[in-house]
Nanobody, 129 residues
Framework: QVQLVESGGGSVQAGGSLRLSCAAS????????????MAWFRQAPGKEREFVGS????????YFSEAVQGRFTISRDNIRNTVYLQMNNLKVDDTAVYYC??????????????????WGQGTQVIVSS
């Protein structure tokens, strides 16, 4: 079982930046986190949940959707057990609830919500023009 808690959402003007955090915990922490992929998804009102990016916990390999490639980055802090989503040059279309997710294994190119086993509660991001 992996527990995920997001934070850092808020309101920002277009062109601005935000950093989201996802604090992760698990009963058998070290062994669990060596073999998981963490991801960020987002869901705008009336739309399906959309893949944003992912990172392997052990090697730090990342993968991003075309919509955010070059603007967003993902990193992880192994000491704080936290994954970060740094969002730069934000656009109005980035407005959504952002979710952190985790899945067992090392395949970083997982873009479907059904491929992830654990989810956080979400954090709202609003980008205004």
């Amino acid at each position: 079982q992996v527990q995920l808690v997001e934070s850092g959402g808020g309101s920002v003007q277009a062109g601005g930046s935000l950093r989201l955090s996802c604090a992760a915990s698990a009963p058998t922490f070290s062994s669990t986190f060596n073999r998981i992929v963490m991801a960020w998804f987002r869901q705008a009102p009336g739309k399906e949940r959309e893949f944003v990016g992912s990172i392997t916990w052990s090697g730090g390999r990342t993968y991003f959707s075309e919509a955010v490639q070059g603007r967003f980055t993902i990193s992880r802090d192994n000491i704080r057990n936290t994954v970060y989503l740094q969002m730069n040059n934000l656009k109005v279309d980035d407005t959504a609830v952002y979710y952190c997710a985790a899945a067992a294994g090392l395949l970083v190119r997982r873009t479907l919500p059904s491929q992830y086993d654990y989810w956080g509660q979400g954090t709202q991001v609003i980008v205004s023009s």
